[in-house]
């Protein structure tokens, strides 16, 4: 803003260049019309500012301040007893209702606070600055659970509003008027792996088929066996056809044929024998479910059955 308030008394260097040359152009266009550029140039400046001052008039909002705890280069060399003391409890009194919610002990936050900052000191000393707080929440995670809570969610808010635009972008390519009855959840697991995973180049799937494959009984080659059957049967078919072709008479060709049906229902066999045998258990329930609710209708008898 003090740089853009300096454009009312002086010019910049592109006015500057205009003035030195032809004013009746300016890179190759040809200017027209009554100068009022001192005029408009004012208005723009305050136009500027004005909005720059609206935009971020929370600024100096004791909340955004707070969130300097966050910033470890910008702590002190050395211990101060009270550094952040002040900051802490601004964020407590304002995210109060947040904390209690998720269960945060909120009367544990200041003093785990001191604790810390003496820990962080004493074992750390001068690699403070350079320390990332992934590398403190492993540390500490488990001796200073609740302000590191607090420091979790400093780190989570938004310095722009482009994550959100983002993310609503994806949700209207996901929920299209062809997928509107997508549920909550599946739209959250979905909006997830959209805007969090890895690249695709990048993404390893071992780990997903695993998972996939674990939870219940899966059967991936369930398919292989009935590919082996059906080759089985084409090879056959087509060995009974050249030995047809091969035999004089309708006789012959009859015997031939009453061969290849043999054929035929081996390869089948094979077929459902190499398929899973859980598959085939399933089957011989289903007959015996189905043998069953005919006798006690009364329609298979004894020798049928």
């Known amino acids: 803003m003090t740089s853009i308030n300096k454009f009312k008394d002086r010019a910049g260097p592109e006015q500057r260049k205009l003035q030195q040359g032809d004013c009746n152009s300016f890179e190759g266009q040809t200017l027209t019309g009554v100068d009022h550029s001192s005029g408009q140039i004012e208005k723009v400046v305050e136009a500027l500012v004005g909005s720059l001052a609206r935009r971020f008039s929370d600024m100096g909002g004791e909340v955004l301040k707070a ?7 910008s702590w002190p060399q050395e211990h101060e007893d009270d550094f952040g003391d002040d900051f802490i409890g601004v964020i407590i009194d304002h995210y109060r209702e ?89 739209m959250t697991m979905l909006m997830t792996i959209q805007l969090h995973s890895e690249p695709t180049k990048d993404f390893d799937p071992s780990s997903a088929i695993h998972q996939w494959n674990q939870n219940h009984n899966r059967r991936p080659n369930f398919m292989e066996g009935r590919k082996k059957g059906r080759m089985a049967a084409l090879e056959g078919a087509k060995q009974v056809q050249e030995e047809i072709d091969g035999v004089d008479g309708v006789d012959g060709a009859q015997m031939v044929a009453e061969a290849a049906g043999g054929a035929v229902v081996e390869a089948e066999t094979k077929e459902i024998n190499s398929d899973d045998s859980d598959w085939f258990t399933d089957m011989e329930d289903n007959v015996d479910s189905d043998d069953g609710e005919m006798e006690d209708r009364g329609l298979v008898g004894e020798d049928e059955e």
């Open 67 to 73: 969130t300097k705890i966050a910033d470890m280069q």
């Open 98 to 186: 947040h904390f209690d919610n998720v269960g945060v002990d909120v009367s544990a936050i200041e003093a785990e606070w001191t604790s810390l900052k003496q820990a962080l000191y004493e074992n750390q000393g001068n690699k403070i600055h350079s320390m990332s707080w992934p590398s403190v929440f492993e540390l500490y995670k488990n001796t200073f659970p609740n302000i590191l809570h607090v420091i979790d969610l400093v780190l989570s808010l938004p310095a722009a509003t482009s994550e959100c635009e983002r993310g609503f972008s994806q949700m209207k390519i996901t929920k299209s008027q062809y997928r509107n009855r997508l549920k909550a959840t599946t």
